[in-house]
């Protein structure tokens, strides 16, 4: 049986669901990952096909006029609403990359800009069930508000199971909305019958196919009012290849002295990075440490950096975070998940989109001080909350806890089995 995953943007969102390609092929599934040329090693150095998706919604973030738009901050309505402006017009020819790529596949995995683009269409074409694979809980709950919508604020003491089941059906509605002139024209190049907005919501409801969710039931607990198909099944996570080894630079700065503070931003970018540098190099100096900056998306600069500061362009979360005394990160889904399993307090300084959702989430955990939004950034903010990382010891107890509790799960494992199920069932 092949099996098609269709993964797309950037690392963090790419790299768990070729920990799924993997573990499908490890269960003996011929596997084929859609997505783009930059993961193409990650793919050879685990013998796993690729199809080849030129079209990246995430270059969207690159371009400066988008940069532009979508401005500063951490408003993720306005986000939500921008960033779909921009992305209608790339969907077309994403589509036809991700229809190539399903050609003779028996099944397919969905991501999340799959699902939400209306892809579960392309698996319609080719009459092969199809499940869907999401790294945020977007399917409406009383738990929690939407991870793109702001939560409503804690002075409000009433009416939060109801607006937060709201605020998904908006969210949902929203990019519906914004992918409605999509939608009719992939069906029409697909050859299917045409249905209107309500007719295709109504299909999508009959639907039985499962929906996983790749984070820990001990991060966020399934909801007691989702349908039974979703399930929550742990973190999907792809740990370096074994030919990858840390430089004698790196080995040397560990070995120097105590476990330093890792800071990285993962994808994001910075207006200007000589100043986002010099505030984090004034922020561990204030608070006492040493660290380890990520400079590979740019964001921060590699040069300029005292002896106690080390840059480094990457290296795999698996094997670094673990040895670090904390993580300041931007708080995207795979970049949480690597922290909170290396048992490491985690400063979250969110940009946008589901970011401030993680941020509150490993807040409420007691794993990590209050997120420090962006646009509040300062190097008195985060020499704050880096001091509260190092010297709070219920905080510290609570991550390595957490992080134990995270590496006894098999979230890979999980999905596979729920997975082989569902595409080997009678249709």
Not at 173 to 189: D, K, Q, T
Not at 319 to 335: N, Y
Not at 352 to 380: E, K, M, N, Y
């Amino acid at each position: 049986m092949l099996v098609t995953v269709i993964a797309i943007g950037s690392r963090g969102d790419v790299q768990p669901y070729i920990a799924l390609a993997a573990g499908l092929r490890a269960a003996g599934y011929e596997v084929r990952v859609a997505t783009h040329d930059q993961f193409a090693d990650l793919l050879e150095d685990r013998g796993i096909e690729r199809a080849a998706v030129e079209t990246n919604p995430r270059d969207l973030l690159e371009d400066g006029r988008a940069q532009a738009m979508l401005g500063a901050g951490t408003n993720a309505l306005r986000f939500v609403r921008n960033f779909a402006r921009l992305l209608e017009p790339v969907t077309r020819a994403l589509a036809r990359d991700c229809c190539r790529a399903c050609e003779g596949a028996d099944a397919v995995v969905l991501s999340d800009v799959g699902i939400i683009a209306g892809f579960h269409q392309i698996a319609e074409h080719f009459d092969v069930p199809y499940c869907t694979a999401l790294l945020q809980p977007v399917a409406p709950t009383g738990d929690f508000a939407s991870p793109f919508l702001p939560e409503l604020p804690h002075w409000i003491p009433f009416g939060r199971r109801l607006y937060n089941r709201w605020s998904h059906r908006a969210f949902l509605a929203l990019f519906r909305h914004f992918f409605r002139g999509v939608m009719p024209i992939l069906r029409e190049e697909l050859g299917l019958s045409p249905l209107s907005p309500r007719e295709m919501r109504r299909v999508a409801a009959a639907e039985d196919a499962p929906v996983l969710h790749g984070f820990s039931p001990s991060v966020l607990p399934r909801p007691d009012d989702w349908p039974p198909q979703y399930r929550v099944v742990g973190y999907w996570f792809l740990d370096a290849a074994t030919h990858w080894s840390p430089s004698p630079q790196l080995l040397e700065f560990l070995d120097a002295g105590p476990p330093p503070v890792y800071i990285g931003f993962g994808s994001m970018t910075s207006e200007d990075p000589r100043a986002a540098t010099d505030l984090v190099v004034e922020a561990l100096q204030r608070a006492g440490a040493r660290g380890i900056v990520l400079t590979g998306s740019g964001a921060l600069l590699p040069h300029g950096l005292p002896p106690d500061v080390l840059p480094i362009e990457s290296a795999p979360h698996d094997w670094l975070l673990p040895r670090m005394s904390a993580a300041v990160h931007h708080g995207g889904a795979g970049t949480t998940a690597a922290a909170l399993r290396s048992g490491a307090p985690s400063i979250v300084v969110p940009f946008f989109a589901d970011q401030p959702f993680w941020a509150r989430t490993v807040h409420g955990l007691g794993v990590g001080p209050r997120p420090i939004p962006r646009g509040r950034l300062t190097a008195d903010r985060l020499a704050a909350a880096i001091g509260e990382a190092l010297s709070h010891g219920a905080m510290r107890r609570r991550a390595a806890e957490l992080g134990r509790r995270i590496r006894a799960e098999d979230g890979v494992a999980r999905a596979v089995e729920i997975m082989g199920a569902h595409f080997e069932a009678p249709r």
